[in-house]
């Protein structure tokens, strides 16, 4: 078996019910991991390279 490097998922999008509680821990894991911050946000949702966060309707 050959070993690969790379990554397992490719574009996540998650849809949550606190957007800034997500946003507060996706910061905290990434300041952890020492990747980039979230490279845009708006009142709805987030996203960081591969990862999309927004938030949930009604």
């Known amino acids: 078996m050959e070993f690969h490097r790379g990554r397992l998922f490719d574009h996540v999008h998650l849809r949550v019910s606190d957007l800034t509680a997500s ?3 996706y910061r905290a894991v990434f300041t ?3 990747w980039p911050d979230i490279v845009q ?3 709805d949702f987030f996203y960081a390279d591969e990862l999309v966060v927004e938030a949930a309707g009604e």
């Open 23 to 25: 946003k507060r821990f």
């Open 41 to 43: 946000e708006g009142p």
């Open 32 to 34: 952890a991991l020492g």
